[in-house]
T-cell receptor, first 117, second 109 residues
């Protein structure tokens, strides 16, 4: 069964760093198109970053230079390293997999990141 | 990377149809046939309902259909049912990133 479990969220002060993890099972992160999306409390969805199967990475302008997407093939895990965090980064972060030709499937429940002093 | 524009709300009676628009630019919706639609119930993760403008993932009822004309994509829900009441978001590939729509809350009257 295809599953992902996001973790690593929590309360962090502005300017701090946090690394989110997305542990995958039932498929290989290394050969998948993977992305992170987020949703601020009570707000809409926002795409954050994606990584292609060839390892190419792309970012939303709002996080470029502050966030880094990566994967560890040996652990079959996707990561999102977040630094210089701001209050507006507060959101539930979802790990998604491209399963239908540019159509990404949300299989986890997300992990909540709260940036506050 | 501006969000795609959707109407804030839409509604219909059970059995009726409702259509949601999603307007972008020639750099996203108009430039690629990679528009997706997501359904999200409160407290739940979004569910992919349409991909590549008009294709349905396995398990999605054929009451859900998608289309596109120029820079505007649309999602139509036919034969509205109570469980269709949710937020709906469009999403488009834009070359080196993706962009979501502002979201539409669909109410079943």
């Amino acid at each position: 069964e295809v599953q992902v479990v996001e973790s690593g969220g929590g309360l962090i002060q502005p300017g701090g760093s946090l690394r989110l993890s997305c542990a995958a099972s039932g498929f290989f992160v290394s050969t998948s198109y993977m992305s992170w999306a987020r949703q601020a409390p009570g707000k809409g969805l926002q795409w954050v970053s994606f990584i292609n199967s060839d390892g190419s990475t792309y970012y939303a302008d709002t996080v470029k230079g502050r966030f880094t997407i990566s994967r560890d093939n040996s652990k079959n895990t996707l990561y999102l390293q977040m630094s210089s965090l701001r209050a507006e980064d507060t959101a539930v972060y979802f790990c998604t997999r491209g399963e239908y030709s540019y159509g990404y499937v949300f299989r986890g429940q997300g992990t909540l990141v709260t940036v506050s002093s | 990377q501006s969000a795609l524009t959707q109407p804030p709300s839409a509604s219909g009676s059970p059995g009726q149809s409702v259509t949601i628009s999603c307007t972008g630019t020639s750099s996203d919706v108009g430039g690629y046939n990679y528009v997706s639609w997501y359904q999200q119930h409160p407290g739940k993760a979004p569910k992919l309902m349409i991909y590549e403008v008009n294709k349905r993932p396995s398990g999605v009822p054929d009451r859900f259909s998608g289309s596109k004309s120029g820079n505007t994509a649309s999602l139509t829900v036919s034969g509205l049912q109570a469980e269709d009441e949710a937020h709906y978001y469009c999403n488009s590939y834009a070359g080196t990133f993706y962009v979501f729509g502002t979201g539409t809350e669909v109410s079943v009257l």
